[in-house]
Nanobody, 118 residues
Framework: QVQLVESGGGLVQAGGSLRLSCAASGHTFSSNRMGWFRQALGNKREFVAAINRSNAYTYYADAVKGRFTISRDNAKNTVYLQMNSLKPEDTAVYYC???????????WGQGTQVTVSS
């Protein structure tokens, strides 16, 4: 089992920045890829960004490319999401996720609210 705990959400004005953190514990050796998804009120959960275990590959949704940066510190079992130039449409609950042995996103955090005011 892998436990994920997000932090760093909050209220920010449009154009501002936030950094989300996700601390992983448990059998983290099985988590090759880690990522972030988000879910706005009334919408489906959508992919935001992902990073593989070696930090060699990152993936981003088109809506956040050039504004968000995902990174991870394997020594600390932590993944980060630096969010710059935030827009009101980035308002959502952001979830950290990690893959299991078969490569699917099996583990999820409880989510952290990000609200961007206009």
């Amino acid at each position: 089992q892998v436990q994920l705990v997000e932090s760093g959400g909050g209220l920010v004005q449009a154009g501002g920045s936030l950094r989300l953190s996700c601390a992983a514990s448990g059998h983290t050796f099985s988590s090759n890829r880690m990522g972030w998804f988000r879910q706005a009120l009334g919408n489906k959960r959508e992919f935001v960004a992902a990073i593989n275990r070696s930090n060699a590959y990152t993936y981003y949704a088109d809506a956040v490319k050039g504004r968000f940066t995902i990174s991870r510190d394997n020594a600390k079992n932590t993944v980060y999401l630096q969010m710059n130039s935030l827009k009101p449409e980035d308002t959502a609950v952001y979830y950290c996720t990690a893959t299991g042995r078969l490569g699917s996103y099996d583990y999820w955090g409880q989510g952290t609210q990000v609200t961007v005011s206009s």
